[in-house]
């Protein structure tokens, strides 16, 4: 269809991840297929599914799992210290003998790269990790990449603590403009107006300062590195070099709201607007 190198970068966003869900399944109807991925957080787990050709398989985790207490819950918070358990999302569910399996062999034998972002909660600093690093029914990295801060107790990597990879590069596009990508689609998972404050940000670091300051101090610094980001992206957006795909309205839900109906609806906006793509990469 197009004769570019293509990048895809999918920023996440807990349940609201589904609007990117719904976007990489109707690609996958398009035909459409990327050169390099790019996830964060809930938006690696779309692009494993989506490099595999799962598609509807990430409809079903954010419409039907994530309302298992064993997904997230206070249950889980009070015995284990985590609410969300990303051991039962990403390997329980997700492992070979799992009730929905990542069909690993084809993510593997897929040509498109994919990165997964998370952040060391001791530097501070973005993790890249890549898929040639996957090992079957081993997915540490979705988890180190999926794992909030405050909520969740870091995930280690190794001996090396993660936590989501949103805090260090929430929308790391520099990285497949880098793999050599000469288009890039950026999945937004607000709308394109968003504009992020700091103060909810600055709250919630107290939850981790003493263990892990320069992860706090991160943390703190989101907004202005995701407005700064977003920013730089309608520009090469304007540029032609960059195609936004963003929701119209998120209907209220928050990172981790559990709202069957307004998952849905975020879902099938995500597969109308994922259409934009054909006139963006052209024909050849």
Not at 119 to 141: C, H, L, P, S, W
Not at 199 to 222: C, M, Q, S
Request: aromatic content about 12%; proline content about 4%; glycine content about 10%.
């Amino acid at each position: 269809m197009y004769k570019s190198k293509l990048g895809i970068v999918d920023v996440g966003g807990g349940t609201r991840g589904i609007f990117g869900a719904g976007v990489l399944d109707r690609f996958m109807e398009l035909g459409i297929s990327a050169d390099h991925f790019v996830g964060v957080s809930a938006g690696s787990a779309n692009g494993a599914s989506y490099i595999a050709g799962q598609r509807g398989r990430n409809y079903v985790f954010y419409t039907e799992y994530a309302f298992r207490k064993e997904y997230m819950s206070l249950e889980n918070l009070l015995h284990t210290g985590s609410y969300l358990d990303l051991d039962y999302i990403y390997g329980t569910l997700s492992n070979d003998d799992g009730e929905y399996p990542l069909d690993y062999d084809a993510m593997m034998s897929n040509p498109c790269d994919f990165e997964i972002v998370a952040t060391n909660a001791v530097t501070g600093r973005a993790m890249y990790f890549k898929k040639d690093e996957i090992q079957r029914n081993k997915y540490d990295f979705f988890k180190a990449s999926s794992c909030v801060p405050g909520i969740d107790k870091p995930y280690y990597v190794g001996k090396i603590p993660c936590y989501d990879g949103g805090l260090a590069d929430p929308i790391p596009y520099k990285r497949a403009f880098r793999a050599g990508c000469d288009k890039v689609i950026v999945i937004l998972t607000k709308p394109r107006d968003t504009i992020r404050n700091s103060g909810k940000d600055r709250a919630l670091a107290v939850a981790i300062v003493g263990d892990y300051p320069k992860a706090a101090e991160t943390w703190i610094g989101r907004a202005e590195l995701y407005n700064r980001s977003v920013e730089e992206v309608f520009k090469l957006e304007r540029q032609g070099k960059i195609l936004v795909i963003a929701p119209e309205d998120i209907g209220g839900l928050k990172t981790l709201s559990q709202d069957r109906a307004a998952l849905d609806d975020l879902y099938q906006q995500g597969l109308k607007a994922a259409d934009a793509a054909v006139d963006f990469l052209g024909e050849e």
